[in-house]
């Protein structure tokens, strides 16, 4: 088992920023990849970003290229968005999520919620305008 806790979010103005950081415990070592998932009031959930684990290979969702940015922190087994130039549709749960995949994959992070096998609880993030 993994587990993730998320911190930071809270309130920004829109252009502000914020940043979330997302710490594994339990199997990490298990992990490929971790990702950044959001999750609006009547809407689906929509994929953020992601980092690969080994390599640091990264993707983002196309509302977010150019204003986010996500990196690991191997140390503390920790991967962190920075959320610049935000907007008040980024307002959304953002949750982070781990991808154990399957022994030899090497094809990058994916998108596919379906992929992510751990969930942490959420944090929220409310940007005003």
């Known amino acids: 088992q993994v587990q993730l806790v998320e911190s930071g979010g809270g309130l920004a103005q829109a252009g502000g920023s914020l940043r979330l950081s997302c710490a594994a415990s339990?199997?990490?070592?298990?992990?490929?990849?971790m990702a950044w998932f959001r999750q609006a009031p009547g809407k689906e959930r929509e994929f953020v970003a992601a980092i690969s684990w080994s390599d640091s290979r990264t993707v983002y969702g196309d509302s977010v290229k150019g204003r986010f940015t996500i990196y690991g922190d191997n140390a503390k087994n920790a991967v962190v968005l920075h959320m610049n130039s935000l907007k008040p549709e980024d307002t959304a749960v953002y949750y982070c999520a781990a991808d154990r995949a399957l022994p030899g994959y090497n094809g990058g992070p994916r998108y596919q919620s379906g992929w992510y096998d751990y969930w942490g609880q959420g944090t929220q993030v409310t940007v005003s305008s």
């Open positions: 339990g199997r990490s070592f298990s992990v490929y990849a």
